[in-house]
């Protein structure tokens, strides 16, 4: 039976808090950035203390961006991976070009207006063809909580 793992393959994670936090290390540990492929993490926030009870970054992280932060923590605990971060809002139109590059692209901001936005992008490009087969085909997934 052949493994699948996200090794070789372009993803990208919109929002690296509570839940895309767990999400970003999980997807290194699946191969995301390994083999040629890139983990690009995008969050504009900051790590805050009222953060720390459910996020996956710790006490140390306090008051740094949650995306450049999480790249440091998954560099720490697998080194040899490709991650960028981008400490900046998704809606910033630079990140177009980039969506057209992924495989997968996550968004687990739980904010509306993002994921509209990345969906009017996403659409609007016919040369996209951003997907990737592990248990099941799709173009994004979304992360509610």
């Known amino acids: 039976m052949e493994k699948l793992n996200l090794s070789n393959k372009n993803?990208?994670?919109?929002?690296?808090?509570a839940i895309?936090?767990?999400?970003?290390?999980?997807?290194?540990?699946?191969?995301?950035?390994?083999?040629g492929g890139e983990l690009i993490l995008?969050?504009?926030?900051?790590?805050?203390?009222?953060?720390i009870g459910r996020h996956a970054l710790g006490k140390r992280y306090i008051g740094y961006?949650?995306?450049?932060?999480?790249?440091?923590?998954?560099?720490?605990?697998?080194?040899?991976?490709n991650i960028s971060d981008?400490?900046?809002?998704?809606i910033?139109?630079?990140f177009y070009k980039i969506f057209e590059q992924a495989d997968l692209i996550i968004d687990a901001t739980a904010t509306s207006n993002v994921s509209q936005r990345i969906n009017e992008?996403?659409?609007?490009?016919t040369t996209m063809d951003s997907q990737y087969y592990l248990?099941?085909?799709?173009?994004?997934?979304?992360?509610y909580y």
């Open 20 to 35: 895309g936090g767990y999400l970003g290390l999980s997807l290194a540990r699946l191969g995301a950035g390994s083999e």
């Open 65 to 81: 961006h949650k995306a450049m932060s999480l790249k440091f923590e998954i560099n720490e605990q697998l080194p040899a991976l």
């Open 121 to 125: 992008v996403y659409f609007s490009k």
């Open 42 to 51: 995008i969050d504009s926030d900051t790590l805050e203390s009222e953060n």
């Open 11 to 17: 993803v990208i994670l919109i929002g690296c808090g």
């Open 86 to 90: 981008f400490n900046e809002s998704v």
């Open 135 to 143: 248990a099941y085909s799709f173009k994004f997934l979304w992360i």
């Open 92 to 94: 910033n139109a630079k």
